[in-house]
């Protein structure tokens, strides 16, 4: 097999790898609404219930029931708080829908709240564990939709520069090169800034916090940094590349907004953003 036919089949590869990627970050994370079904008499209802709420109004967490004689109520509490859960508050049906309405929260601030769905004194809590619904402020679409083509752009290009180390192929230097500067502009350059747009900070991870996300953006670009000037002085210096390229793989394979930044509401004096 000539080098024109594997470097294609190796891009296809590198892009339905992506593509995996792609999908398996939009639905994993603590972001993720958290689903299901439960019973309610002899009517079966599917819930969505939401973890992330943009702007500056109240949550809206809706839920579809169409039968009239179910009713709904909720409550919630601050995540990282001292609060004592709220009282149950009876859900506002609009339609086919039950809505409960979550005061907002500042950028980054958290909030727990429960469901409760059935008729009055006979109540069904529709998840054993609370989800925990994050606020952030607006992202323009100027910055978040380069932001994700850029990113997945740069792993395609990551995967396929792997695949060329791995088969001593002649365009690794030039491979590695984009990789660097794709991955630079979409993860260091568009991430802070959508970083700052959410929650109002450009950097949150190592030295000044523990954002995950920011955290192995930095690590990774680092070790493809090493990679790229290694495979420069000398191209049979390719396993350094095969490590880069894993470790951003390992990158898309932690769920995204990990241990992301969050107001620690237990100390009021300074909501500290972490």
Sequence with gaps: MNYAVKSFLFWVL?????????????STGPTYPVSGTVVIGSEKVNYRLIRTWEGDTDAQVKVKVENPEIIGKYRFRRFKSYDEWSEQIPMQRNGNELVAHLPNLPPAGKMMYEIYLGTEGNLVKLTTDPPVLRYKGIVPGWVLIPHIIIIFTAMMFSTRTGFEALTKGKNLKKYATWTV????IGGMIFGPLI?????????????????LTDNKSLA?????VIAWLQVR????????????????????????SMMGSEIDFTDPATHQVR
């Design 181 to 184: 500067i794709l991955f630079g």
């Design 220 to 224: 990774t670009f680092i070790i493809w």
């Design 14 to 26: 590198s892009f339905f790898m992506m593509a995996a990627a792609a999908v398996y970050q939009h």
């Design 233 to 256: 002085k000398d191209e049979r210096r390719r396993g350094w590349v095969i490590v880069a390229s894993l470790a951003l793989i390992a990158t898309f394979i932690i769920p995204h």
């Design 195 to 211: 970083q700052k747009f959410a929650f109002g900070e450009l950097w949150t991870g190592w030295p000044l916090g523990s954002d």
